[in-house]
């Protein structure tokens, strides 16, 4: 028995992504990378593809998808910065470079700080799964028995309060 194969005249998804890579891809190299661009479209793609009974026509299909790999694009640069990573190629000056990581080993112990002392415990392992581990949120919402949602939400309150607290002591604002 053959093992039965969806043609992309019969999925809009498959359709779209077919159409969408060409267009998309080089936008996404620009920001990440080719590898990080390819990794983009796929999760994109794996992303919906659970839910790709939803869309009646690859129109409507190669929308969500847009939005869902540019949002995964930027996602993608906003960890960068956080995380400070830079290209090899850009080099960076030796002499600056222990000013800069002691700045940074400072901030890091400010932020522990204030995780360890003002966030619920739900609030830290949502925290910890999700930036360090890097768990997509139904991995996380599942291990925790939550919907994603509330583990979005719980996050969203987590990041803030940090933001206000390490403000309120840094004196910004």
Same mark, same amino acid.
């Given at each position: 028995?053959?093992?039965?194969?969806?043609?992309?005249?019969?999925?809009?998804?498959?359709? /779209?992504?077919?159409?969408?890579?060409? #267009? &998309?891809? +080089?936008?996404?190299? =620009? %920001?990440?990378?080719? $590898? @990080? *661009?390819?990794? /983009?479209?796929?999760?994109?793609?794996? #992303? &919906?593809? +659970?839910?790709?009974? =939803? %869309?009646?026509?690859? $129109? @409507? *299909?190669?929308?969500?998808?847009?939005?869902?790999?540019?949002?995964?694009?930027?996602?993608?640069? =906003?960890?960068?910065?956080?995380?400070?990573?830079?290209?090899?190629?850009?080099?960076?000056?030796?002499?600056?470079?222990?000013?800069?990581?002691?700045?940074?080993?400072?901030?890091?112990?400010?932020?522990?700080?204030?995780?360890?002392?003002?966030?619920?415990?739900?609030?830290?392992?949502?925290?910890?799964?999700?930036?360090?581990?890097?768990?997509?949120?139904?991995?996380?919402?599942?291990?925790?028995?939550?919907?994603?949602?509330?583990?979005?939400?719980?996050?969203?309150?987590?990041?803030?309060?940090?933001?206000?607290?390490?403000?309120?002591?840094?004196?910004?604002?």
């Amino acid at each position: 028995m053959k093992p039965s194969r969806v043609t992309t005249t019969e999925n809009p998804l498959l359709t /779209a992504f077919s159409g969408l890579r060409r #267009r &998309l891809r +080089p936008t996404l190299s =620009r %920001w990440l990378g080719e $590898d @990080e *661009a390819d990794d /983009a479209l796929q999760e994109a793609f794996c #992303r &919906l593809w +659970p839910e790709r009974e =939803r %869309w009646a026509d690859a $129109d @409507e *299909a190669a929308r969500v998808l847009n939005v869902t790999a540019r949002h995964i694009g930027i996602d993608e640069l =906003r960890r960068r910065q956080k995380l400070g990573e830079t290209r090899l190629e850009e080099g960076c000056d030796p002499a600056e470079a222990t000013d800069a990581e002691d700045e940074a080993a400072e901030r890091y112990r400010r932020v522990k700080q204030i995780i360890d002392q003002r966030l619920t415990p739900l609030q830290r392992e949502i925290l910890e799964r999700r930036e360090t581990r890097e768990e997509a949120f139904e991995e996380i919402a599942a291990t925790l028995n939550m919907q994603p949602a509330a583990v979005r939400m719980q996050l969203s309150r987590a990041r803030k309060l940090i933001r206000e607290v390490y403000y309120e002591q840094s004196g910004i604002r």
